[in-house]
């Protein structure tokens, strides 16, 4: 009935991407908004799930495609580096200004706001003790999602670290401040991209998520 359903609507395949919500707030959806323009046969339908899910989701035939930043387990699956962002350090719009090229006290900063932390499901624990290593942290409160984080770092309610995949918008619009952290060397925020070896997924949409440029 699916495929009935499909080819009444002039669709010959059907995708679904399973992919974690940190990618939403990329320009990942634009991305895949123009390949429908341009593919009008191909539908696409995206999941938004955590990383920890998306691995079922695939191996459940629930979805084709897993972009995740957790890799798979299933060493028979295809897998590809999606993007390896790099982490910036956002503080609010009204802690320093960018043009005046003041000198940067991260340890008053630390002092001063609170630093959201563990949107990221590899990363922060090493993070965290790597920074209070160096620094004293005031107020640490932990939250899943980065998109709230972005919201309550705009309000001049905290600061964290966040891949600059995420804030490509904010930044260009001047929502908010990104520091150059000097301090230690910072982690990258790997992105992956599986499916299995079974699926047929189109080898240009496979193209265009692999070689366009997510900074």
Same mark, same amino acid.
């Given at each position: 009935m699916e495929r009935i359903r499909l080819v009444s609507k002039g669709i010959h395949e059907k995708i679904i991407i399973a992919m974690t919500p940190l990618m939403v707030e990329t320009i990942l959806p634009h991305v895949l908004y123009q390949f429908i323009n341009d593919h009008p046969a191909l539908e696409i339908s995206i999941l938004v799930e955590d990383s920890a899910k998306i691995e079922d989701l695939v191996h459940q035939h629930q979805a084709h495609i897993g972009i995740s930043l957790l890799p798979t387990r299933y060493r028979h699956w295809h897998q590809e580096l999606l993007i390896e962002s790099p982490l910036e350090l956002v503080i609010p719009l009204d802690a320093y200004d960018d043009e005046t090229g003041a000198y940067i006290d991260y340890e008053e900063l630390f002092q001063t706001y609170t630093l959201f932390t563990h949107h990221h499901p590899t990363i922060w624990n090493e993070l965290l003790h790597n920074l209070r290593e160096n620094y004293m942290l005031t107020r640490q409160v932990s939250i899943s999602q980065s998109y709230v984080v972005k919201r309550l770092i705009k309000d001049g309610l905290g600061?964290?670290?966040?891949? %600059?995949?995420?804030? %490509?918008?904010e930044r260009m619009e001047g929502r908010f401040n990104i520091v150059p952290f000097e301090g230690f060397s910072l982690p990258n925020v790997p992105v992956y991209l599986f499916y299995k070896e079974s699926t047929n997924v189109p080898n240009d949409l496979l193209e265009l998520l692999l070689t366009r440029n997510y900074l």
């Open positions: 600061m964290s670290f966040l891949p %600059r995949m995420i804030v %490509r918008k």
